[in-house]
């Protein structure tokens, strides 16, 4: 085994992307309802709007949204060129072609023609283990969005020396385990979330929010360690 950093693209060969789907809801088996969670935050979000989903993967956040908001345009930037071709086709399948872009490739390089009205981070900034980079990619996505543009985090978080952290570890396998998933596959799965998921306190994950240029950071969605945060780009127009 090698200390090389975690790579997500590598995580996203052809066989997971089909199996992802599936696999991500017995992760979180309030996925779908964390996706239909985001919309009443945006109602204020102009008609027009634009909305950058940051690690769009498979496109769930442009699908629900769009499906919500018939006339917002959409932006999906991914690492993983297997996860855009799958996202492609189910752009496709929900009619959304016309309105959604996507750009292969870090969000960090990504060159926006315009700052958009709101942007999510969904399952991604987790697995970007040092301060310094999670701060410049929270500082990439402020720096796309327009004054007091609405951004969306969602990740696995919490204080691993708290000893709440371990009742919700010890209540998320159980619940992750009744999939009738196999023990080698709760092994390599457990050794996954331990070897590449970077938690962060609530406290630390709000101060580097607001390092980045993000106030009014609000919870507005938990399931285990999984949780969900509001937050509104500071600069002012
Ligand atoms: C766990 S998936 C989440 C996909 C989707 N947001 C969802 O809720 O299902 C994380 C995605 O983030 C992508 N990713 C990781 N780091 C990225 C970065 N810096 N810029 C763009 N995409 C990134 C990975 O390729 C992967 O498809």
Redesign the pocket.
């Given at each position: 085994m090698t200390d090389a950093p975690f790579d997500?693209?590598e995580?996203?060969d052809e066989s997971l992307v089909a199996r992802?789907d599936r696999r991500?809801r017995r992760f979180c088996p309030s996925?779908d309802a964390l996706?239909r969670m985001i919309a009443p935050w945006l109602r204020n979000v102009p008609e027009d709007a634009t909305f950058l989903?940051?690690?769009?993967?498979?496109g769930?956040?442009m699908i629900t949204l769009g499906s919500e908001f018939s006339s917002w345009r959409f932006v999906g930037?991914?690492?993983?060129a297997d996860?855009l071709a799958v996202c492609e086709r189910k752009l496709a399948e929900a009619g959304l072609t016309s309105r959604a872009q996507l750009f292969e490739?870090?969000?960090?390089d990504y060159a926006a023609p315009a700052p958009f009205d709101a942007a999510?981070?969904?399952?991604?900034a987790h697995?970007?283990k040092s301060r310094d980079e999670k701060l410049s990619?929270l500082r990439a996505v402020a720096n796309r969005l327009k004054p007091n543009g609405i951004f969306v985090l969602?990740d696995l978080f919490g204080d691993k020396s708290a000893p709440e952290f371990e009742r919700l570890s010890e209540a998320w396998r159980r619940s992750y385990a009744s999939n009738d998933v196999g023990m080698a596959e709760l092994a390599r799965d457990r050794a996954h979330i331990e070897r590449d998921v970077d938690f962060l306190p609530e406290a630390e994950l709000v101060a580097l929010l607001s390092e980045a240029g993000f106030e009014s950071v609000t919870r507005f969605y938990q399931t285990f360690l999984f949780g969900g945060w509001i937050a509104t780009n500071r600069r002012r127009g």
């Open positions: 997500p693209s995580h996203f992802y991500i996925y996706h989903s940051v690690g769009c993967g498979a769930a956040e930037v991914d690492v993983s996860m490739g870090r969000l960090q999510s981070s969904i399952f991604v697995f970007i990619y969602a």
